[in-house]
């Protein structure tokens, strides 16, 4: 209703008639809402423009070539080779990027690593999202002792280094994927949970918000159908982000030999593993190096296009 | 003023204390038993049992947290229980490197920013350049950047040794710099996207919005006099708490860093004794970085309300 409203604002800044001023305007935009299907069909459009377009195209290729790529090239098993193929170079037949030490296929490698790196960042992250925003929101809505708890939580998480707790948890559940997203999401939930927690302050005192409960809804169906629609914006910006920093952590973990466990590929155990071989074949180190950078940035783009459209819309 | 700096004190002391209690909890979580490590062939269940007695393990886990506490407010962090040293030792002998390797890192993030901001206020180009630069730096995690430096500059072009960590007092300054500047370099590159766009938004928005600005230019200084007394001064606020909370970031990637380049900081430190399960040192060295990252976040607010007189608490 109050869509239709503004949409027929005459010149004069009054709608259907009446002239409204500025000072009203303002109020009455202040409190216009969004719901589910504006926040849907506002994320569609942002994905049309060239600058959030083209790194999510390459970032989506990326993501296609590791899941689809090994069927779809006929690539050998990542663990499969013979010593006696030790150390092959570029583009010998058969190994388009050589082979590792142990005679395994650099590419076949590189490719299943991918898989892990990209699970890993879009699962922590989702975790992360998902546990910090509700967190966050109902800290936010709920106040009181609970409130107070909960963001102590949230301060003593950051105050911790994100990597060694991380590293700690790692260790102590073993090193596999499950046991690694499941670290890394630990420090996502903290940024997220704050982040959910201010924006819902700036709304929760807003008429949209409070008015349902004359309706007769309840606090879940407030916080999922009037405060989660108008606090995603932001958070949707940091979670881009955090995917890529969530691969940086684990690439960061697997070279420690923390993360992802030998003999499964991950573009950070790659790195150490060829980290003895720096002076003779610098490809080992190179090539998962490369990936992850490519990967990485090319999300990072598409984060900081999205973040930029936000920032000049507001 | 001074109710907000003993509210802050207690928000710090809450902070710490929670955080000690994770690093603990977290200690105690790691499988092994630090018994067969202390042990090693002496191992019989019941020299195991009187070492547990010995070492307070059979205590309940409140109490244990508060031995540890009460010793650790006397300086007293226990023995290490790999290297029968006091934990005090090792934490101040590991902490003269990392010291240098961060302040080397805010140096080189420093003399970049100011660098490139000065250049790109000049010259437009420049600023979409440096835009570029930092996006893609911002993307790459530190050791990457470390192992490509190895590369290119310790493999390919002998310029500098790659693994050259050199104690001051046994082999002089000289040594101990140019075995640093590899890795001040690149954990200084990893960080300064992030003082490049607050400097640089902060100047723009003098530049544009500020009158003084202009009145300086109606004055008659030139560009560079206006750019250097007044613009930067006014800028460097959101900076300088940037720098103090990036000190706290520093940290995990210092973690990485150390151990491509083989530097026996307290990021090694901390690696170390978690791969060992060396209980007493984890915690040691939790509670250092802690009391390390709430202190500079704490510096930080305070810096920032002193320069810009109009954050000050009423």
């Known amino acids: 209703m109050t869509r239709l409203a503004l949409s027929t604002r005459s010149p004069d800044g009054g709608f259907g008639g009446?002239?409204?001023?500025?000072?009203?305007?303002?109020?009455?935009?202040?409190?216009?809402?969004?719901?589910?299907?504006?926040?849907?069909?506002?994320?569609?459009?942002?994905?049309?423009?060239?600058?959030?377009?083209?790194?999510?195209?390459?970032?989506?290729?990326?993501?296609?070539?590791?899941?689809?790529?090994?069927?779809?090239?006929?690539?050998?098993?990542?663990?499969?080779?013979?010593?006696?193929?030790?150390?092959?170079p570029l583009g010998t037949p058969g190994h388009l990027l050589g082979t590792n030490e142990l005679g395994n296929d650099e590419l076949s490698r590189l490719l299943y690593g991918g898989r892990v790196s990209i699970i890993v960042g879009i699962g922590a992250t989702a975790i992360s999202l998902l546990v910090g925003t509700l967190l966050g929101m109902s800290a936010c809505y709920f106040g009181g002792f609970y409130e107070k708890v909960v963001?102590?939580?949230?301060?003593?998480?950051?105050?911790?280094?994100?990597?060694?707790?991380?590293?700690?948890?790692?260790?102590?559940?073993?090193?596999?994927?499950?046991?690694?997203?499941?670290?890394i999401s630990l420090f996502g939930i903290s940024q997220f949970g704050r982040l959910a927690w201010s924006q819902t302050l700036r709304i929760r005192n807003r008429d949209f918000v409070v008015a349902p409960r004359a309706d007769g809804a309840g606090g879940r169906r407030i916080i999922f159908g009037h405060i989660l629609p108008n606090v995603l914006p932001p958070l949707f910006g940091l979670a881009l982000f955090s995917v890529s920093t969530a691969m940086m952590i684990e690439a960061g973990l697997s070279y420690l030999g923390l993360g992802i466990a030998q003999p499964n590929p991950s573009w950070g155990n790659m790195i150490s593993d060829g980290q003895q071989y720096l002076y003779n074949a610098p490809r080992l180190v190179i090539i998962p190096c490369l990936a992850l950078v490519i990967t990485v940035v090319s999300l990072n783009l598409v984060a900081d296009a999205i973040r930029r459209r936000q920032e000049a819309r507001s | 003023m001074a109710r907000w700096i003993i509210d802050r004190l207690i928000q710090t002391i809450v902070v710490l204390i929670c955080a000690t209690v994770l690093g603990f909890l977290l200690v105690r979580l790691l499988k092994g038993n630090v018994l067969y490590a202390l042990l090693g062939n002496n191992y019989t269940p019941a020299a195991a049992a009187h070492l547990r007695q010995e070492l307070g393990l059979n205590k309940p886990l409140p109490l244990q947290y508060l031995d540890?506490?009460?010793?650790?407010?006397?300086?007293?962090?226990?023995?290490?229980?790999?290297?029968?040293?006091?934990v005090g030792h090792a934490l101040l002998a590991a902490l003269g490197p990392t010291v240098e390797l961060l302040i080397g890192a805010q140096l080189v993030s420093l003399a970049l920013t100011l660098l490139v901001t000065a250049a790109s206020v000049r010259w437009r180009w420049t600023d979409r350049l440096a835009t570029g630069f930092a996006?893609?730096?911002?993307?790459?995690?530190?050791?990457?950047?470390?192992?490509?430096?190895?590369?290119?500059?310790?493999?390919?072009?002998?310029?500098?040794?790659?693994?050259?960590?050199?104690?001051?007092?046994?082999?002089?300054?000289?040594?101990?710099?140019?075995?640093?500047?590899?890795?001040?370099?690149?954990?200084?590159?990893?960080?300064?996207?992030?003082?490049?766009?607050?400097?640089?938004?902060?100047?723009?928005?003098?530049?544009?919005?500020?009158?003084y600005v202009t009145l300086a230019r109606m004055k008659g200084l030139t560009g560079r006099r206006v750019l250097a007394r007044h613009v930067i001064p006014n800028s460097l606020s959101g900076l300088v708490t940037l720098i103090a909370l990036t000190t706290g970031l520093l940290i995990s990637g210092v973690v990485i860093v150390e151990q491509v380049f083989a530097i026996p900081g307290e990021g090694s430190l901390v690696y170390q004794s978690i791969t060992n399960r060396d209980a007493n040192t984890l915690e040691g060295s939790i509670l250092l970085i802690a009391v390390a990252v709430v202190l500079f976040n704490l510096i930080g607010d305070l810096v920032q309300m002193r320069l810009d007189p109009r954050i000050r608490v009423k």
């Open chain 2, 135 to 211: 996006l893609l730096f911002s993307s790459i995690p530190p050791f990457v950047i470390g192992l490509l430096m190895i590369i290119l500059f310790a493999s390919t072009f002998h310029l500098l040794p790659a693994i050259a960590w050199a104690s001051p007092s046994t082999a002089g300054w000289g040594a101990n710099l140019r075995g640093m500047i590899m890795p001040a370099v690149a954990l200084g590159v990893s960080i300064f996207p992030n003082y490049m766009r607050v400097l640089r938004t902060q100047v723009n928005e003098q530049l544009d919005d500020e009158e």
């Open chain 1, 18 to 88: 009446v002239a409204l001023s500025d000072a009203d305007l303002a109020w009455v935009e202040g409190q216009q809402r969004r719901t589910l299907g504006d926040a849907a069909r506002a994320g569609l459009r942002v994905l049309r423009a060239p600058s959030v377009a083209i790194p999510g195209a390459v970032f989506l290729l990326i993501v296609i070539g590791c899941f689809l790529g090994p069927q779809l090239f006929n690539l050998p098993s990542p663990n499969a080779g013979s010593l006696g193929d030790t150390l092959k």
């Open chain 1, 151 to 183: 963001m102590r939580l949230f301060d003593t998480l950051l105050a911790f280094p994100s990597l060694i707790l991380a590293m700690t948890i790692a260790d102590y559940l073993g090193p596999s994927l499950r046991n690694t997203v499941l670290a």
């Open chain 2, 68 to 86: 540890w506490l009460g010793g650790a407010v006397h300086g007293n962090f226990g023995t290490s229980a790999v290297t029968q040293e006091p």
